[in-house]
Each structure stands twice: as structure tokens, then as C-alpha cells.
């Protein structure tokens, strides 16, 4: 009797340890589901590779106090306009910011690092148009602080042009342009701007080798794969991108060869932004939506009712 009664007590130990195995397993499958589903995840770790490597492979020299500057007055920024406009605070999005920032921005001011994040993040509230904001929060910021100050610029040619990085950025970009549906405009805007510099080089006679170089160029796979493919400030429609893309090289690769700015296609990024929804306007799409998002029962993003709060987190 007291062996049958000792069989029984193991036995429902066995299988409350089985039980507690499978919720456990289902938890992290739940978890690894959740982490692949959303395509930040991605872009914030692959960044985060692209910093380490700045800083203990390139010896950029990134200052602590740089980082956290940018990581703090981003994710500070957007914790005060959750706040203020009653949304739940999510911090995936200004990381990636913050990370951009860390990762092309030079200067020896920490209140310009400060500043940073602060024009970043808060561009995304202050300028929208039908509830969806205009510019690239890391691009507008690295854009205003470059001309308003001597003591900060933007530093392209920091990444160098080897072909291994260029080979690790475009796995790197295609995995995560892949899993925002955006992966067409980096592939538009690359096609671009290499049929300008080829073209260029035919025309003035030079060997291809140097247009081959400058498509390896680290911070073009970078602004390629990781800034002008941002899901919520690109065109909806998958025809408005190609077209918003080749504009935007069209434009970059005047800027840089015509007025000798390195960074030209980060200006162009800015100065055509607000065409987004003009393209918005004739090629109607339904508008990008993070998975921890409800979209509204609107399909075509043409008339919007009311002022739609879902870009925020972008």
C-alpha cells in the first residue's frame, strides 16, 4: 500500500515536471516567435554589430559619452512624447536612432550629442503630415547639426571600401530590409546610384574599378540599408519607392559630384522627404504597420480621417 501510494506521488511529480518542461518551451518559443516577427529587433542588432566594429575593429574612437548621449536623449525624447500624447512608451524605435546617430555622427560636444537625439525624435511629433511623420528622425537630426555647427559633421568615409564589409552589409541589410517589406528601395536606390557613377565613369573615361570601389563604400550600404529604407518614411506603395529611391540618388549623387559634398545622399534624404506624400498621394498603398500595431479599418491611405497616432513609434 505504501509503495502504490510512493509509485503515485512519482508519477505526479513526472508529470508535473513534463507539464512544466512544455509551458516552458512554449514560452520561449512564444518569445523567439515574438523577437523574428518584428523587424526592429533585427535593424538594432545589426547596428549594434555595426558600432562594435566601429569601435574595436575601425578604431572610430567613439567617445562613452557619445553613446550615451544619443541613446539617453532619444529614448528619453520619445518616453516624454509617449507621455504627452498618451501612448505607450516603446523604445525599439529611437535605439535605432539613437544607434544611426552613434554610428555616423562626429562631434566633441556632448550637448550635441544631446541635441541629437532631441531633433531626432522630436521631429517625428512636431512635422507630420496625416499622421504620418515626413523625415527619417537620424537623418534630419545629422542634417541640421552639420549646418548649423563647425563642431558637427558627418563622417562617410569613416567605414572605408572593403569588399568583406561591403559582402556583411548586404547580408546584414538584406535580412533586415527583408523582414520591414522595404527591401525594394534599397535594392531601387542602389541600382540608381550605380547606373550614375558607372555612367560618370564612361563618361570622363575612367576605369571601372573606381565606380566599383565607390559602391563598396561602407556608409553607402549603411545610409542604403539601414536610413533610406526606414518603413514609416518611405512611399507606401511598392512603385512609389522605386521612384522615391531613384530620385533620391539622383539627387545624392548631384549633390556629391556636382557641389563635392561626401555626403550628399544623406542631404538628398532630407530635401525629398516631403515629397513622400505626393507619392503617397498618386500611388496609394496601405501604410506600414509594426506587428505590435492595430492598423485602423482603412485600406488605401488617401484620405486619412482624423490625425492617426501609429507613427509615433517609428
Given amino acids: 500500500m505504501v509503495s502504490l501510494i510512493e509509485e503515485q506521488g512519482q508519477k505526479a511529480q513526472r508529470e508535473t515536471r513534463g507539464e ?30 555595426l558600432v562594435m566594429m ?15 548621449a544619443c ?17 505607450k512608451f516603446d523604445a525599439r524605435s ?16 556632448i550637448w550635441l550629442s544631446l541635441a541629437a537625439g532631441i531633433i531626432a525624435i ?10 504620418k511623420h515626413i523625415f527619417n528622425p537620424a537623418n ?9 555647427f563647425d563642431s558637427a559633421w558627418v563622417s562617410p568615409g569613416q567605414w572605408g571600401a572593403a569588399p568583406w564589409l ?3 552589409l548586404f547580408g546584414l541589410g538584406g535580412i533586415v530590409t527583408k523582414k520591414a517589406s522595404r527591401w525594394d528601395v534599397s535594392l531601387a536606390f542602389l541600382a540608381s546610384y550605380a547606373a550614375l557613377i558607372f555612367g560618370r565613369a564612361v563618361w570622363l573615361g575612367d576605369p571601372f574599378a573606381i565606380p566599383v ?3 563598396q563604400s561602407g556608409a553607402l550600404l549603411i545610409f542604403a540599408f539601414f536610413m533610406i529604407s526606414d518603413p514609416k518614411t518611405t512611399p507606401n506603395a511598392r512603385v512609389g519607392r522605386i521612384l522615391y529611391a531613384a530620385l533620391v540618388a539622383t539627387i545624392g549623387f548631384t549633390i556629391q559630384f556636382a557641389f563635392y559634398k561626401s555626403a550628399g545622399v544623406i542631404i538628398a534624404l532630407v530635401l525629398t522627404a516631403p515629397l513622400v506624400p505626393f507619392f503617397d498621394y498618386f500611388f496609394p498603398a496601405s501604410r506600414y504597420y509594426w506587428p505590435n500595431q492595430t492598423p485602423p479599418r482603412v485600406t488605401p491611405d488617401l484620405k486619412p480621417k482624423g490625425v492617426s497616432h501609429d507613427t509615433v513609434q517609428a
Fill in 94 to 109: 529611437p535605439m535605432i536612432s539613437a544607434l544611426s546617430l552613434t554610428l555616423l555622427l562626429r562631434t566633441g560636444s
Fill in 20 to 49: 512544466t518542461s512544455f509551458f516552458t518551451r512554449l514560452k520561449s518559443s512564444k518569445l523567439l516567435t515574438t523577437l523574428f516577427r518584428d523587424p526592429r529587433h533585427f535593424q538594432i542588432t545589426a547596428l549594434s554589430t
Fill in 213 to 215: 570601389h565607390q559602391m
Fill in 54 to 68: 566601429g569601435t574595436f575593429y575601425y578604431a572610430f574612437g567613439l567617445q562613452l559619452w557619445h553613446v550615451l
Fill in 122 to 131: 522630436g521631429s517625428k511629433y512636431a512635422v507630420r503630415w496625416r499622421g
Fill in 166 to 168: 561591403a559582402i556583411a
Fill in 140 to 148: 534630419v537630426a545629422l542634417v541640421i547639426l552639420a549646418l548649423l
Fill in 71 to 87: 541613446v539617453g536623449s532619444t529614448v528619453g525624447t520619445q518616453f516624454v512624447g509617449d507621455k504627452i500624447t498618451g501612448r
